[in-house]
């Protein structure tokens, strides 16, 4: 199963923004597909019991209104083997916000063992700058993309000594999403 082009086909045959999607529809039209693997190889989705299955998050930008928005659902597997999407990030961002990070994914492990544990050695000044500044207009994509691809590189180095974080790591890509479109930086 490949929630991601299950996700895209979802946007691709709704033709609106990202914004304006029902989340709950796209939920139940990516609970369907897990229900079909299910069916297919069921031991390999039992695998999952108690535990997070994945995680969707959508990035969207309106140039109209010069708006960033991100929307997740994350799909858990319960210990009765229901499955249980959530929507864990709902928001929008504009140039007056206050800067913040959002991450998804093991956020639990995160925060524990990076933001508040051993590895906050590792995060880059950075979060500093981007602490503050008082509005998101403020923060350079020099200093946002920055923080970005530290943050998981500041994870990956913090697993060396933290099993619980294992999961995340990897090649980092990053992209600036604008008025302009999609650029790769990273």
């Known amino acids: ?9 979802f946007i691709e045959q709704k033709a609106q923004p990202v914004w ?5 529809e796209l939920a139940a039209s990516i609970n369907k597909a897990i229900i079909e693997v299910a069916q297919q190889h069921p031991d390999y989705v039992r695998g999952f019991v108690g535990k997070t299955m994945f995680q969707l998050v959508l990035g969207a930008f309106d140039p109209d209104t010069s708006t960033s928005y991100i929307r997740a659902i994350q799909f858990n597997l319960s210990d009765r083997l229901a499955i249980e999407p959530t929507v864990t990030a709902d928001r929008k961002f504009t140039n007056t916000d206050v800067p913040d990070y959002p991450h998804f994914g093991d956020t639990i492990p995160f925060t524990t063992h990076v933001m508040l544990g051993p590895g906050r050695r590792h995060l880059a000044g950075s979060l ?9 207009a403020d923060v350079s994509v020099a200093e946002a993309s920055d923080l970005a691809i530290n943050l998981i ?11 619980e974080l294992n999961s995340i790591g990897g090649d980092v890509a990053a992209y ?3 008025a302009k479109g999609v650029e790769r930086i990273k």
């Open 1 to 9: 199963m490949d929630a991601k082009a299950l996700a895209l086909t």
């Open 20 to 24: 304006l999607l029902d989340l709950n």
């Open 128 to 136: 500093d700058q981007i602490h503050s500044k008082p509005t998101i």
């Open 153 to 163: 590189e500041a994870a990956k180095l913090t697993s060396v000594e933290v099993p």
């Open 176 to 178: 600036l999403i604008d």
